[in-house]
């Protein structure tokens, strides 16, 4: 094998190793939180994953909700009884 085609291979393996985490992370089969936590200035805010794209971030908490409670699409807390997902 040539030097050519090592590098060659060696490119495409690497090219294939960055898809394939990048499949893996976009389908969150690694991290399976069901919240996207979201840097804003010198804060975080905790956004689902299914939030409504006409709620702007900066309306989702700055804390974790308990383990009880989970985040609605608008940002509102509430607990998981009354929003199952």
Known sequence: MTL?????????????IIAAIVIVDANR????????????GNHVH???????PNVHVH???MVRPRPNETITPDGRIVP???FPR
């Open 4 to 16: 050519s085609k090592k590098r060659r291979l060696i490119f495409l393996s690497i090219v294939a």
């Open 29 to 40: 089969l690694v991290n399976p939180d069901e919240y996207i936590i979201v840097p804003h």
């Open 46 to 52: 905790y956004v689902p994953r299914d939030r409504d």
């Open 59 to 61: 309306e989702f908490p």
């Open 80 to 82: 998981r009884e009354e």
